[in-house]
């Protein structure tokens, strides 16, 4: 048998963070109050000695901490560093442990050479300096969409994309209330570009659908998505038991077949498997046998037992793939047989398959669904809802 403490360090990451083709999100109870947000604060850098930053246009630095206009001008370019724990503007010493630096009208900050929109944070903290782009929610799905997405989907799969991205910014938003920050530019939660990742396609699609999020019983709804289901989706609560969501219930899905994801296969030696147990704390000599214990009505593994040495270890399926690495196992809907030194799974799809299937809005839209009829297939019982609306 595992000790607790190793299947705590094991399971850790189960109930609160979740891999989505490439995208993680936090975890909560779905049932959140409705919020109408304006704004998003997205973390660009952490824990870094020092920052360029530019703007080609009016701007002004705030003192976070005095609200005090510290500098305004027409012309920005400067370096920001941390200094014996103090923070430095170019050689000069700033006596504030927090800035705000605000583009005017559509001018750009630029950071390290990438553009931004809006309002750069600066804070110090003690492994350096964090950076924030605080802006408005619009300008932050223009930025999002193309790292998730294809802009060259048709417009119907691109606008029910957008207001899925639309919807878990809100929600992580709301589970961010009390934290410096609501998202990181990375798959932790959903990859975000700034300027440089803006098409002109996705910025229509955004226009199409402003303000558009998804509810269920007046509630921000977790709009989870995945890159391909592999012709099911799976129950929210198969994957995190403490969310019970009729809406995240399993169902078919005939869509996908066109994903590059659809169907896969991989082996895993015994090289391979000892590193990934031993990492969550668990020291193996030979893995003997991956046995499938059970699956959901659709095929999609659920619980499994890892055989090894004079010891087994029960596990569910999403933590087989945290185990192991979600980009390496892509999804639970796959079997397994033992072949030479190692293990051979062949599965469909990429990603924990609850909510909508990326690649099979990809299809509907191909077909002339629109994208409420796309929203409606992978959210039955939801509701598109405006923010600001009464």
Same mark, same amino acid.
């Given at each position: 048998?595992?000790?607790?403490?190793?299947?705590?360090?094991?399971?850790?990451?189960?109930?609160?963070?979740?891999?989505?083709?490439?995208?993680?999100?936090?975890?909560?109870?779905f049932?959140?109050?409705?919020v109408?947000?304006?704004?998003?604060?997205?973390?660009?850098?952490?824990?870094?000695?020092?920052?360029d930053?530019?703007?080609t246009?009016?701007?002004?630095?705030?003192?976070?901490?005095?609200?005090r206009?510290?500098?305004?001008?027409?012309y920005?370019?400067?370096?920001?560093? #941390?200094?014996?724990?103090?923070? /430095?503007? =170019?050689?000069? !010493?700033?006596?504030?442990? &927090?800035? +705000?630096?605000k583009?005017?009208?559509?001018?750009?900050?630029?950071v390290n050479?990438?553009g931004?929109?809006?309002?750069?944070?600066?804070?110090?903290?003690?492994?350096?300096?964090?950076?924030?782009?605080?802006?408005?929610?619009?300008e932050?799905?223009k930025?999002?969409a193309v790292?998730?997405?294809?802009?060259?989907?048709?417009?119907?799969a691109?606008?029910?994309?957008c207001?899925?991205?639309?919807?878990?910014?809100?929600?992580?938003?709301?589970?961010?209330?009390?934290?410096?920050?609501?998202?990181?530019?990375?798959?932790?939660?959903?990859?975000?570009?700034?300027?440089?990742a803006?098409?002109?396609?996705i910025?229509?699609?955004?226009?199409?659908? #402003?303000?558009?999020?998804?509810c /269920?019983? =007046?509630?921000? !709804?977790?709009?989870?998505? &995945?890159? +391909?289901?592999?012709?099911?989706?799976?129950?929210?609560?198969?994957?995190?038991?403490?969310?019970?969501?009729?809406?995240?219930?399993?169902?078919?899905?005939p869509?996908?077949k066109?994903?590059?994801h659809y169907?896969?296969?991989?082996?895993?030696?015994?090289?391979?498997?000892?590193?990934?147990?031993?990492?969550?704390?668990?020291i193996?000599?030979?893995?003997k046998?991956?046995?499938?214990?059970?699956?959901?009505?659709?095929?999609?593994?659920?619980?499994?037992?890892?055989?090894?040495d004079?010891?087994?270890?029960?596990?569910?399926?999403?933590?087989?793939?945290?185990l192991?690495?979600?980009?390496?196992?892509?999804?639970t809907?796959?079997?397994?047989?033992?072949?030479?030194n190692?293990?051979?799974?062949?599965?469909?799809?990429?990603?924990?398959?609850?909510?909508?299937?990326?690649?099979?809005?990809?299809?509907?839209a191909k077909e002339?669904?629109s994208?409420?009829?796309?929203?409606?297939?992978?959210?039955?019982?939801?509701?598109?809802?405006?923010?600001n609306?009464?």
């Amino acid at each position: 048998m595992v000790s607790a403490a190793i299947r705590k360090n094991l399971v850790s990451c189960r109930n609160f963070f979740i891999c989505i083709g490439g995208c993680i999100l936090l975890v909560g109870f779905f049932s959140l109050p409705l919020v109408w947000a304006e704004s998003v604060r997205v973390l660009l850098l952490e824990s870094i000695g020092k920052v360029d930053i530019s703007v080609t246009g009016p701007f002004t630095i705030k003192d976070n901490q005095t609200d005090r206009v510290i500098l305004s001008g027409n012309y920005l370019r400067a370096v920001f560093s #941390k200094r014996d724990n103090k923070m /430095y503007f =170019g050689q000069r !010493l700033l006596g504030s442990n &927090s800035i +705000t630096i605000k583009a005017s009208g559509e001018n750009i900050i630029w950071v390290n050479n990438r553009g931004y929109r809006n309002t750069i944070t600066i804070n110090l903290h003690k492994k350096g300096l964090r950076l924030i782009n605080i802006l408005e929610l619009e300008e932050y799905i223009k930025g999002i969409a193309v790292r998730e997405i294809s802009h060259h989907w048709p417009m119907e799969a691109l606008k029910a994309h957008c207001v899925v991205f639309r919807t878990y910014a809100l929600y992580r938003k709301q589970e961010s209330q009390n934290k410096p920050y609501d998202l990181t530019t990375d798959i932790s939660t959903q990859s975000y570009g700034g300027l440089a990742a803006e098409r002109l396609r996705i910025n229509e699609a955004v226009a199409q659908t #402003k303000d558009e999020i998804l509810c /269920y019983q =007046g509630k921000i !709804l977790p709009a989870f998505y &995945s890159s +391909t289901c592999g012709g099911a989706t799976e129950d929210a609560e198969a994957v995190w038991p403490k969310i019970k969501c009729p809406v995240l219930k399993a169902k078919e899905c005939p869509y996908c077949k066109e994903s590059p994801h659809y169907f896969w296969k991989i082996i895993l030696t015994q090289e391979n498997l000892i590193k990934a147990m031993k990492k969550a704390g668990i020291i193996v000599k030979q893995i003997k046998n991956i046995q499938v214990l059970s699956r959901n009505q659709f095929g999609r593994a659920l619980s499994i037992r890892i055989i090894y040495d004079d010891s087994a270890l029960g596990i569910s399926a999403s933590e087989l793939r945290n185990l192991v690495g979600q980009d390496i196992l892509k999804s639970t809907y796959f079997s397994v047989t033992i072949v030479d030194n190692g293990f051979m799974f062949k599965g469909f799809g990429w990603g924990h398959g609850v909510g909508m299937c990326q690649w099979g809005a990809y299809a509907m839209a191909k077909e002339g669904f629109s994208y409420r009829q796309i929203l409606d297939f992978y959210y039955p019982n939801s509701e598109v809802k405006k923010l600001n609306s009464k």
